[in-house]
């Protein structure tokens, strides 16, 4: 064990990257962990509610399940627009506030969505509730980017990332057994209650980021007890300052033209690819799934538990990514999609047995949801504290283009009467264009850093 590091002396500042870096992992460390995971197990819930749900929603109002594209697709717009809008906003007033601000819009849109009657009013609502899931995720991974050493940062964000997973993964199940009796509102119900849980917990249970509160005069009581919080070890005096490696504390004007700034004008637009590429299949599953599956002779039950075993992979993918991000950086990535790529492919094929289906679609899952948690550590890693949320949030934006056409792309193909296993061709083919665009990322990141290991980029660092 290392020794506790020496108080400083009166007078010299104090160093950040050193108060965070070297606080030892505690209790409270662990706790927010786990917040964090339930946080986004919540919004993965609400994320994958309505491919789940959608089945029942045609047999109900009686129409074609192509008909549903538009409440697919306001959701994945709420997505698009809420992650830049509530990220940047998150660089501004903080992470906590946002955070607890978009779990509210999504319990309560949730709600409201058992209510509706009609496509469009479930359109409307799915809409309102995509712009909290949007803002809810770049600054979940900013806040635990900024309050966690850098030795485990990589590994700490898969971890809370996984709770996006295991809220697919547990909406599947939780469908399979609460919509026999109390039919898709039942699930909604669920999905409202679990985010304003959350918002309660975030509110007394998670703290604000140190190097958020370093930027706003106002809250130096705060950040000085945030920082004795996390260094017992160090005499830590109200009259404080603090020294940076450059002007990343204090400094937070142009957050949009800086993820553009230096080496960020080559990784952003490569993340936005790998997202986007990624996105298309990730949603056309959690979009179409239970529906192909059903087309292809399951039942609605075994059609839910089968789905949901694209989620359970991803499980198995973040846990397999916990092992190896932190020293393999981009690479796993890369792998990933490669794997992919027929794994989609063949993921419906017809006449397979039912755990032929398990199979296949636990291995589309694992690859595709192993890249989303790969890619959302490398934003919550690369991107520096003043542009982390605004990083975070249009990556995750772009990424919504993807999203976006994957219920376009299965309406259209359902509306020609394609078979199940032809529409997968779509997503696997894009899994492709991700391996290109991630091995480029990867070359990228090796080249400025000097290793595969991955860490905070410079904004200034343009060579």
């Known amino acids: 064990m290392s020794e506790p590091a020496a108080p400083p002396a009166s007078g010299q500042p104090l160093d950040i990257d050193d108060i965070v870096d070297h606080q030892s992992f505690g209790w409270s460390s662990i706790l927010f962990i786990c917040l964090g995971v339930l946080i986004l197990v919540s919004d993965g819930f609400d994320l994958a509610a309505i491919g789940y749900i959608a089945p029942a929603l045609a047999k109900e109002w009686q129409v074609d399940p192509a008909q549903l594209v538009p409440v697919f697709s306001a959701g994945i717009i709420g997505l698009m627009i809420g992650g830049p809008s509530l990220g940047m906003l998150g660089d ?16 309560l849109a949730s709600l409201a969505s058992i209510a509706a009657t009609t496509p469009f009013e479930l359109a409307v609502l799915r809409f309102i509730t995509g712009l ?47 919509m026999p009796r109390f039919g898709w509102r039942g699930v909604l119900v669920i999905g409202g209650i679990l985010p ?42 109200p009259g404080f300052t603090i020294a940076t490696n450059g002007a990343e504390v204090g400094s937070s004007s142009m957050p949009i033209r800086q993820v553009f700034t230096g080496p960020f004008r080559y990784v952003t637009p490569l993340l936005w690819i790998c997202l986007a590429s990624n996105q298309m299949a990730n949603y056309f599953s959690l979009t179409w799934l239970p529906t192909l599956l059903q087309s292809s002779g399951l039942s609605p039950v075994d059609a839910s538990v089968a789905a949901s075993f694209f989620p359970l992979g991803g499980l198995i993918g973040g846990l397999l990514l916990l092992a190896v991000i932190d020293r393999l950086g981009v690479i796993p990535m890369a792998i990933l999609f490669l794997l992919g790529a027929p794994f989609i492919a063949t993921m419906v094929l017809p006449g397979l047995p039912l755990w032929g289906y398990h199979v296949l679609i636990a291995g589309a899952g694992l690859c595709s949801m192993g890249v989303q948690l790969a890619v959302t550590a490398l934003l919550g890693i690369l991107y520096p504290t003043t542009v982390r949320s605004t990083g975070t949030g249009l990556a995750q934006a772009a990424g919504r283009i993807g999203a976006l056409a994957a219920p376009v792309v299965g309406g259209a193909l359902l509306a020609m009467n394609a078979s199940p296993d032809r529409m997968t061709l779509a997503p696997a083919a894009l899994f492709l264009v991700g391996a290109v665009s991630s091995t480029a990322l990867a070359i990228i990141c090796y080249r400025k850093l000097g290793t595969w290991r991955v860490d905070e980029l410079s904004l200034e660092n343009s060579r």
């Open 132 to 178: 909290g899931l949007g803002g809810v995720v770049p600054n979940v991974i900013a806040l635990v980017a900024e309050v966690t050493p850098k030795r485990i940062r990589g590994r700490l964000i898969i971890t809370v990332a996984l709770g996006m997973v295991l809220g697919s993964a547990l909406c599947g199940l939780v469908t399979a057994s609460v």
């Open 196 to 237: 304003l849980i959350m918002a309660i917990a975030t509110r007394y249970g998670a703290p604000e980021s140190l190097k958020f509160l370093l930027t706003r005069p106002r809250r130096s009581d705060e950040a000085l007890s945030t920082m004795r919080r996390m260094r017992p070890d160090l005499n830590i005096n």
């Open 92 to 107: 501004r007033y903080g992470r906590r506030r946002l955070i607890i601000a978009g779990l509210s819009v999504i319990g």
